[in-house]
């Protein structure tokens, strides 16, 4: 499974009330929330990611409470994956489960740039950005087969069909 897209970077700790502000989680609509994705930090963020991107974020990436809306509107907004140097572990499963793929690199922040074009193997985790290659950790097994079908929903009306 390969993504590629231009970086949109961000710092450590992004919580998921920058993700998607509280005040916006009695909408359940995915292109409402997409309207909303990171607008404390970055109020252009949705017309940024619209045209498909990778976000490139330090530690910590998703901590917070355990809102699924985050994944959702970061999926709707555009984001194609999320390349981070941690996350939160709620959050992680949350992306899976929603078909968004999430690669950890350390040292994310320090090797990719905003604005980079990034290729990124989902499988292996292997980054490719101006002509180098980094090595994340890939993504396996039932979550991988979960991101392949779009989403825990996806996978089960897959398996149980």
Request: net charge positive; hydrophobic share 40%; proline share 4%.
């Amino acid at each position: 499974m390969i993504v590629e897209g231009p970086v949109l970077k961000y710092g450590d700790k992004i919580d998921t009330d920058i993700i998607i502000p509280a005040r916006h989680l009695k909408h359940t609509d995915p292109a409402y929330l997409a309207q909303h994705a990171m607008e404390p930090l970055d109020p252009e963020f949705h017309k940024k990611a619209s045209k498909g991107v990778i976000i490139v974020a330090g530690k910590v990436f998703g901590m917070g409470s355990s809102r699924e809306q985050a994944a959702i509107a970061l999926k709707a907004a555009g984001v194609k994956a999320v390349i981070a140097e941690s996350f939160a572990r709620i959050f992680y499963r949350n992306c899976i489960n929603n078909g968004l793929p999430l690669i950890v690199l350390p040292n994310a922040t320090k090797e990719i740039n905003e604005g980079d074009s990034v290729k990124v193997n989902v499988e292996t985790g292997e980054i490719t950005v101006n002509g180098k290659t980094l090595k994340g950790k890939g993504i396996s097994g039932m979550a991988l087969d979960i991101l392949k079908s779009g989403g825990i929903m996806e996978y089960l009306k897959k398996v149980s069909a």
